[in-house]
């Protein structure tokens, strides 16, 4: 079996099971419609002051939705015994990392996809004016994130205090990507080429080369019981 | 306590009084600031010693993932404990030196910005030693986070710099770099060297004792 079929199966099997049981999901929705209320009452009705703090609210409600659905990453494995599975998975283990990692960003960008509906409905922002610019800054940001997030999910896994432990180790790493993304959004916003914002899609580009690259050559270390 | 061990706390303390006495007798009184910027020869030594402290935090979690030798898991914890000492006197004698020269005890300047980010990363490194009882997983999942942590280290920096000086271009926060005068120098490098000498008295001191925790436990 290829390295890129065995990820792909991982991937397959979360996708899987998210379908049929839409937990993650149907939460995170959930969760995700609750943060706009949230939004709105801690800053007020003014619409020039939401407008002016779209990017950050936006990426702020991405990576809260973010922290809540990668927490659980690794939840189906640890309840149901299955990390066995995992370790007795032949070959190199970072092609489980790899499928874990591809699971989490097409469930991060649903989320964030439908938050993005929800804040041009809800605050009335027109976010689709440069839609192939926005896909790319998000994209990258997104990668990052979970590429990080995953790592640091199965790492929590087994630890006691791992909803805390979890939002504690991955916020203050994330910090350049949350930056960099927040402010790329903004400039997409405003509608400056992608080419003015270079040095952030740089930036971000090496975060998720360097996040992937560790993911790949340690996740080995970490899902040994 | 080791004789060798001794030995580099003796010189380490001469070091400092040296140090001491560079600072506040020999080095001139700064023309602009005055007595204020002799806290400067407690405040970059303790920043430099701190990245010196998270390169071998960096190293030594290399290592121990390649190897798995108890010994370097130890010099990683070690070595992130002082580190994060020296982080936390640099942003204090920073905030002590900000209040009388900007006005401010804090401000959300880059340089500020990405020492305190670096400095939360590492005490969440060091919780999270703290949160697992198995030794041997705690000692491979810190190497994994001791790597992370500091490849993170350049891009917190170029992306905090960028975030502030894209906003905020140079205020009287950023002085020109005038170049120092030769006893402010000497005065500067002596206590470097001797801050350098008390950080490795320290992580010796906290490796023996984490390997002695070990062998009772064992």
């Known amino acids: 079996m290829t390295y890129a079929r065995r990820s792909w199966i991982v991937l397959w099997k979360d996708l899987l099971s998210e379908r049929r049981s839409k937990e993650t999901l149907n939460a995170l929705f959930f969760f995700a419609l609750l943060l706009l209320f949230l939004f709105q009452f801690a800053l007020g009705a003014d619409r020039e002051r939401l407008t002016a703090a779209m990017p950050g609210l936006l990426w702020l409600g991405f990576i809260l939705s973010g922290l809540v659905g990668l927490g659980r990453a690794f939840l189906a494995e640890r309840e149901n015994d299955c990390w066995e599975g995992l370790l007795l998975a032949p070959g190199d283990k970072s092609a489980i990392y790899l499928g874990k990692v591809a699971g989490n960003l097409v469930l991060m960008l649903f989320v964030e996809a439908v938050l993005l509906v929800l804040f041009a409905v809800f605050f009335d922002v027109d976010l689709g004016a440069h839609p192939l610019r926005l896909t790319v800054v998000i994209g990258l940001g997104t990668l990052g994130f979970a590429a990080v997030g995953t790592l640091f999910a199965a790492m929590t896994a087994h630890v006691r205090a791992r909803e805390v432990l979890f939002p504690v180790l991955l916020l203050p790493v994330q910090v350049p990507l949350l930056l960099g993304a927040v402010e790329a959004t903004e400039a997409v916003l405003l509608g400056e080429p992608l080419g003015a914002v270079g040095h952030w899609l740089g930036l971000l580009a090496a975060a998720d080369a360097i996040y992937l690259t560790v993911g790949i050559l340690t996740f080995d270390a970490i899902l040994e019981a | ?218």
């Open chain 2, 1 to 218: 306590m080791t004789s060798r061990e001794r030995v580099l706390g003796w010189v380490a303390g001469l070091g400092l009084t040296a140090g001491f006495v560079m600072a506040f007798g020999v080095a001139p009184r700064e023309a602009t600031q005055g007595n204020v910027q002799r806290i400067m020869y407690l405040h970059v030594p303790a920043i430099l010693v701190a990245y010196l402290a998270f390169g071998v935090v960096l190293v030594a979690s290399v290592i121990y993932l390649w190897g798995r030798a108890a010994g370097a898991d130890r010099l990683a914890h070690a070595s992130a404990e002082v580190g994060v000492v020296f982080t936390s006197i640099n942003i204090a004698t920073g905030a002590i030196w900000g209040k009388p020269t900007w006005g401010t005890w804090w401000t959300w300047d880059a340089r500020l910005t990405s020492v305190s980010i670096m400095f939360v990363i590492y005490l969440a490194y060091l919780l999270l030693r703290a949160m697992i009882e198995d030794r041997e997983r705690a000692a491979r999942f810190a190497a994994v986070l001791g790597i992370v942590a500091a490849l993170d280290i350049p891009l917190v920096h170029f992306s905090v710099y960028w975030w502030r000086t894209l906003h905020q271009p140079a205020t009287l926060l950023r002085p020109g770099s005038t170049p120092m005068d030769p006893p402010f120098v000497l005065a500067l490098i002596v206590n470097l060297v001797a801050f350098v000498l008390l950080y490795g008295y320290f992580v010796a001191k906290r490796v023996r004792l984490l390997r002695q925790e070990q062998e009772v436990l064992a």
